[in-house]
């Protein structure tokens, strides 16, 4: 995936595309994912890197939702268990079977949970990742030991999937890259460009990094910027009624041994009515998550003291090893792009996850809500709206059976597993040069062969994109990801061929970014 590649790509004036994406996070990845399977020509454009914003702060899960089912979503939790199983099949090397277990502290709560799960196994028909199951106080205790004993009965397995956002983001951003599609980070849409019938006929993009004004001629927009899509229907027209409410949502990453053992802990009613996940993650735990309305969207929303201590608290109520603010080893915030109540209600937890695709009278296609199991989905809903705009037929589409870059049967036997396919050639780096196998930091297996890779294949081209994004150590560790950022920002600028100057700004942004996934003790 060559950035200069895709640039030469879109510097063609005359081309016009059948399809141009305004956004490089799930719900824009997944529309120029679907379009390109029906052999549809696709330019999307990324103001930041791709799954800067929420689709790299999730909770890693790929799952139906059982909270949805308690809330009564039929068709939204059926529809996500069965993108899950087809998620799980077309990039095993990111997304993988993760069992739950639910602590049973009442015979009330064993019957619910025992029967709801059961209910939601059915839902899942052939692509159910495993049957729930209710098992004895010992065996709860044997799959999670820093659990609270005091009252325990049980426990529920259940099963879902666990997935590594960020890394599936860029991986279908070199499958759609493979297919033909100019994908392109680092570019801002400055303005829609109209015919005389007001119906929007392109865009102006702007290299955020040369400062070179491109423009394109598009057959279909498509405004899959999330928290953001307010601003793009302003861009179009500047009446438009704000559509989304920003939801944030938090989360902690502890150290492994405050949920020692391979099963993940979930907490399906906290003292406010949410779900709690406790779920190991790249040999760390992500605890969360959050549920706050925020008034504006931010590209680097901070976690609320209110929050962190939410999330402490309620972790503190169920595991025997208490986690402090000591231990919490990064805290990320994601805003959810909830569709704005009607009403002034705070509930946001009862607002719909379910996807929304809007045409306005300038024929813009505003994809709004939605979650990263049903991405592809998403995509398939949108790109339908081709053949009302510009009156073509439409192939099938064929983004379900397709393989997301770095597809493999192959099991990961070490941590380059995320990378799939991918893995013999970066071993083959490391191998090359002693350099290539030196350590990033001594607490962490990562390479300078990654850093390598992440600029010559996987578009990066700052230091965060690497440290965020590429190996997300600012995600498990934020104080070691400043530790590294010199070492990295060296690697990169020989690849990239930049100066000092660069490499000084770049640890002057890294570093006060990463301050901000730190909490004081």
């Known amino acids: 995936m060559k950035r200069k590649e895709n640039i030469k790509q879109i510097s063609n004036q005359e081309k016009v595309w059948d399809v141009a994406v305004i956004g490089g996070g799930s719900s824009g990845l997944g529309v120029a994912l679907d379009a390109l399977s029906r052999g549809l020509s696709v330019a999307l454009f990324e103001k930041a890197d791709f799954a800067k914003g929420t689709s790299s702060r999730s909770t890693k899960l790929v799952h139906g939702g059982v909270r949805y089912l308690a809330q009564g979503d039929v068709f939204l939790v059926l529809e996500a268990l069965k993108e899950r199983g087809r998620l799980l099949k077309n990039a095993p090397h990111l997304a993988h079977n993760q069992a739950f277990v639910i602590p049973i502290y009442s015979f009330f709560d064993r019957m619910k949970y025992t029967i709801g799960l059961k209910m939601y196994d059915w839902m899942a028909g052939k692509l159910s990742l495993g049957k729930s199951t209710f098992i004895s106080k010992s065996k709860t205790i044997e799959k999670l030991p820093t659990i609270k004993q005091e009252g325990l009965i049980g426990g529920v397995v259940y099963h879902d999937g666990q997935f590594d956002d960020a890394r599936l983001a860029l991986n279908v951003a070199q499958t759609c890259d493979q297919k033909g599609g100019a994908v392109l980070n680092y570019f801002k849409v400055d303005a829609l460009h109209k015919n005389s019938e007001g119906k929007i006929t392109g865009l102006s993009v702007c290299d955020r990094l040369s400062k070179k004004n491109y423009d394109i001629q598009a057959k279909m927009v498509v405004n899959a910027t999330g928290v953001f899509a307010d601003k793009i229907l302003q861009l179009d027209n ?23 053992g391979n099963d993940a802990l979930m ?29 504006k969207p931010k590209l680097e929303p901070a976690a609320l003291e209110k929050e962190i201590d939410f999330v402490l608290k309620t972790a503190q109520e169920y595991l025997t090893k208490k986690p402090e603010r000591k231990d919490v080893q990064s805290v990320y915030a994601g805003l959810r792009p909830l569709a704005a109540p009607s009403d002034d209600s705070e509930k946001t937890k009862e607002i719909s996850r379910s996807h929304k695709v809007i045409l306005s009278d300038s024929n813009l296609v505003t994809l709004t809500g939605g979650k990263w199991t049903t991405f592809r989905k998403m995509g398939e809903d949108t790109v339908e709206y081709f053949t009302k705009i510009t009156g073509e037929k439409l192939q099938k589409s ?49 390479t300078a062969a990654e850093v390598v890779w992440a600029c010559r294949n996987e578009m990066a081209m700052k230091v965060e994109d690497v440290l965020a994004r590429r190996i997300r150590i600012l995600f498990l560790d934020a104080q070691s990801s400043i530790e590294m950022a010199p070492k990295v920002a060296e690697i990169m600028a020989a690849e990239l061929g930049k100066d000092q100057e660069w490499v000084d700004k770049q640890l002057k942004d890294f570093n006060k970014l990463a301050k901000r996934y730190l909490i004081e003790p």
Do not use: C
């Open 238 to 260: 500047p009446e438009a009624k704000k559509m989304i409410r920003p939801s944030q949502g938090i989360h902690l990453v502890l150290d492994r041994s405050f949920l020692s």
């Open 267 to 295: 907490i399906p009613e906290t003292s406010d009515g949410r779900v709690l996940f406790a779920v190991p993650w790249h040999d760390k735990i992500v605890v969360g998550t959050t549920d706050t309305m925020r008034k």
């Open 398 to 446: 064929t983004s379900s059976d397709l393989k997301i870059h770095g597809f493999t049967n192959d099991k990961p036997i070490d941590y380059l597993g995320v990378y799939g396919s991918d893995r013999v050639d970066i071993k083959s780096l490391q191998d090359s040069d002693s350099k290539m196998n030196e350590r990033l930091h001594p607490n962490y297996h990562y």
